[in-house]
């Protein structure tokens, strides 16, 4: 079990304690997700577990009645989604993440829409990043495969240079190959020293790459620990994980 008592200071995100819901029900109950500065960090569960809401709540995309969110130590829960852009934070939806009639190149235009300063070099990164992007850069998005989507919302996303990305189920519907050299990029992205946040359908694959894994149940933690411990541990396994 990691950190039973996670300090804010520790993390460069963490959303401590958390919860909210829509209306007057709670989905989230004392629900605690982070990620360390360089880790990745992934959120599992079953259908409804609350995964995508608890992602919504670190983001400011719903309100808390109860806990806190933090970015490098600093209390952001009553900023708005725009504001947290602005301090470091990237999100990418797990739909509509892509402008379909811009260009690739345009798309990423886009995202460096907070920036004052030459976003060229950070383009050209996020093509070193994709090599099909940029191959394709003077092509409509939404002319790609989905896989191709989903590097363009994420070369987007890392075209405001932020400290924390978070990944809203980045390989749905894409294929297993696909899935594996996203994962690939998601650790590159990882080693430049970003944080990583995402929820995955595909557990097993996930917690594979994961520094650190959480496993919600109807918006609670039921297991917190490294990917590898998850991975082993016969529960997790059983119950999540088939077998």
């Known amino acids: 079990m990691l950190d039973a008592a996670p300090a804010a200071t520790d993390y460069a995100l963490l959303g401590a304690g958390m919860t909210g819901g829509y209306g007057a029900a709670d989905i989230l109950h004392d629900c605690t997700i982070g990620t360390k500065p360089g880790e990745i960090a992934v959120i599992v569960g079953p259908n409804g577990a ?7 709540a670190v983001f400011g995309m719903l309100p808390l009645r109860g806990g806190i969110v933090t970015l490098n130590g600093k209390d952001i829960t009553a900023l708005s989604p725009q504001a947290r852009v602005a301090e470091g934070m990237a999100f990418v939806p797990q739909v509509n993440n892509v402008f379909r009639a811009l260009s690739v190149e345009e798309n990423l235009e886009m995202g460096a829409f907070l920036r004052r300063d030459d976003v060229r070099p950070t383009i050209s990164q996020v093509y070193d990043l994709f090599p099909v992007l940029g191959d ?8 790609l495969s989905g896989g191709q989507r989903q590097q363009v919302a994420v070369g987007r996303a890392l ?5 924390v990305l978070m990944l809203d ?3 749905a519907g894409v294929s297993p190959i696909v899935m594996d050299e996203l994962f690939d990029r998601i650790i590159e992205v990882a080693r430049t020293g970003i944080s990583v946040l995402m929820v995955e359908q595909n557990a097993r694959q996930a917690l594979e790459i994961a520094d650190r894994g959480y496993v919600l149940v109807q918006g609670r933690n039921r297991h917190t620990d490294t990917g590898s411990a998850l991975l082993a541990d016969p529960d997790v396994r059983r119950s999540f994980l088939g077998g």
């Open 169 to 171: 189920e980045p390989t």
């Open 50 to 56: 609350g995964k995508s809401t608890a992602m919504k």
């Open 136 to 143: 394709k850069r003077r092509q409509p998005a939404g002319e």
């Open 159 to 163: 075209m405001t240079q932020p400290s």
